[in-house]
């Protein structure tokens, strides 16, 4: 009986690595194992990445809502807390995005917030 090397498939399992692998410097985005290790670390790092991504810009929004806050005489704890007291229910992308680009907005929020604590 014939060897059979379904190589179809295992072309289109290759070339399918090697085009995710394109743009790679050297041996990675042409050579199969070499593309493949690599590629697998990458998508390991962009999946992970996906993640860290919103924690990031979560701390970048605080520290500017806090720098904004403590410009007005307020921490940023005691705004947040001033703030869910006075039933104020914006995040805290559209309050950092409202610190930088309102400033007269942001504080009359900063003097809802005082009067909610």
Request: aromatic residues 6%; positive net charge; glycine residues 6%.
């Amino acid at each position: 009986m014939a060897r059979v090397t379904n190589a179809a498939s295992s072309r289109r399992r290759r070339k399918k690595i090697l085009k995710q692998a394109k743009g790679y410097r050297g041996a990675r985005g042409n050579l199969l194992r070499a593309a493949r290790l690599n590629l697998e670390r990458a998508l390991k790092y962009a999946y992970r990445d996906r993640r860290v991504r919103k924690r990031q810009f979560r701390s970048l929004w605080i520290t500017r809502i806090n720098a904004a806050a403590r410009m007005h005489g307020l921490s940023y704890s005691r705004f947040m807390s001033g703030l869910k007291e006075a039933g104020v229910e914006l995040d805290r992308k559209v309050l950092a995005d409202l610190a930088i680009s309102d400033p007269k907005g942001f504080a009359q929020i900063v003097e809802l917030a005082r009067r909610g604590v």
